[in-house]
């Protein structure tokens, strides 16, 4: 695979930023009933192999309903800070009742935004978090969003990923899938996108990678750190 690879052959994503605000915040509140305990175990077993330890400061991208992130303050303790990052105000209110709810709001700063740009300083992060999120965005918008996670990472900080994955290479399943995201781009969003070689054409060093399945497609965990 070339390292222009990552980008071929992935479908486009045509939904607006603010259709996915909009889309996003309307399901925020029943979003766990008919994705968020699929979703859980992938979360928690990348999770794990980040190896996220007491006092250091982590952001995730794309916190949903909070679970991870709620995981993630419990993981850096007290003496730790999380950020995260997300479009959703619908989202974010959900996050913000599980995070007072569990007594460690104190812990998280969460901000509204798209992650194209993150408003944070270069060399901030112990480590990123980022889980079926990374497939919601553009093809032409992964490399600029790997290029700013990088941005924000210490040297040799850690990196991990959870996406929907087309490095298997050609099924039914996936096939149909992206069929119905074509047919259907402002409901069907998300698509399988090349994880692992995206990651590595960002020029991080992958140091684990796993391949699992949910519901028949392709998911990969991929931890990775700055050079």
Known sequence: MNSDSSQDNISRVFR???ESEKTYSRMSRFYDL?????EA???NRALKYLDIKAGEEVLEIGFGTGHSIKQIALLVGKTGKVHGIDISSGMMNVT???LEKA???NRVKLTLSDA???PYNTDKFDAVFMSF???LFDTSEIPIILNEIKRVLKPGGRFGIVSMSKGEGESILVNLYEWVHRKFPKYADCRPIYVEQSIKDGRFE???KDTLKLSGLPIEIVIAEKN
């Open 133 to 135: 999120t990374l497939e």
């Open 116 to 118: 194209l740009k993150l």
């Open 16 to 18: 607006s930023k603010d």
């Open 206 to 208: 992958i140091s684990f």
């Open 34 to 38: 008919f994705a968020g305990n699929f």
């Open 41 to 43: 175990k992938y979360k």
């Open 103 to 105: 007594g460690i709001i």
């Open 96 to 98: 913000e009742k599980r």
